[in-house]
């Protein structure tokens, strides 16, 4: 009998990995200046007043300096470029601790190891995708035809929401966000505490959805930005 080979879901592969960086980072400032990506979906603020934004799998940005208790970001080469083209004379800052910093984010020999191990243990999991397909897993960007499997692999700890299509049989309805649901209860008691709220956390989550996917006989039918919204410049 042969043996059979663990397959590692690529979260896990890529989490493995992130010691590695922290013991890259922690130690020294050799990585100011340069451009970091980033590994594990996270938050940051911005500088002075404080805004949360959420930077995916995969986001650039450059460190611009590193103390023992704070690290300061600023957008990557393209983000910046983008900014500039729209007016954006000041790019903004953003603050993250220096455990953030060991964790969520890899300097760019590190992220092209993380990524192409990812994308090869996707392959062999799934060996009908594309290399670009895979990528897209790992990144967290869910596109029209993807399985219920590889959905859940891209997003499944951004949904929010799992409802039945109310008259069609095995048809599902996912509210994606840019956090986990447990995140986004934590900014919604943040925001009770400084008298801000909706009147419920199902309301605050409904103006949370970044994407509805749609989903028939266990494939994504349709991806659609939420009522309301227009679609952003990826997915959907």
């Known amino acids: 009998m042969r043996p059979t080979a663990l397959r590692l879901p690529a979260f896990a592969v890529v989490l493995l990995l992130a010691p590695t960086a922290a013991a890259a980072v922690a130690p020294s400032r050799d990585l100011v200046g340069q451009v970091l990506y980033v590994l594990n979906p996270t938050t940051v603020r911005t500088r002075g007043g404080g805004l949360a934004v959420d930077l995916p799998r995969g986001q650039s940005v450059v460190l611009v300096d590193l103390s023992a208790d704070r690290a300061l970001l600023a957008p990557g080469p393209s983000d910046a470029s983008l900014l500039r083209a729209y007016g954006v004379r000041k790019p903004p800052r953003y603050v993250a601790t220096p455990s953030q910093i060991a964790t969520d ?132």
Not at 213 to 235: M, S
């Open 105 to 236: 984010y890899l300097p760019r020999p590190a992220w092209d190891k993380a990524r192409e191990t990812a994308v090869r243990r996707l392959l062999d999991r799934w060996p009908d995708l594309t290399p670009d397909q895979a990528l897209r897993i790992f990144l967290g960007q869910p596109f029209v035809g993807m399985t219920e499997a590889q959905a859940e692999e891209a997003v499944g700890s951004l949904i929010l929401s799992r409802e039945p299509v109310a008259g069609e049989a095995g048809a599902v309805v996912w509210k994606v966000g840019h956090r986990p649901r447990s995140s986004e209860l934590r900014l919604y008691n943040e925001s009770r505490e400084r008298g801000r709220r909706a009147a419920t956390f199902d309301g605050f989550l409904s103006t949370r959805v970044r994407a509805v996917l749609t989903l028939r006989a266990g494939v994504v039918a349709a991806i659609e930005a939420p009522e309301g919204q227009t679609a952003g410049l990826n997915w959907p």
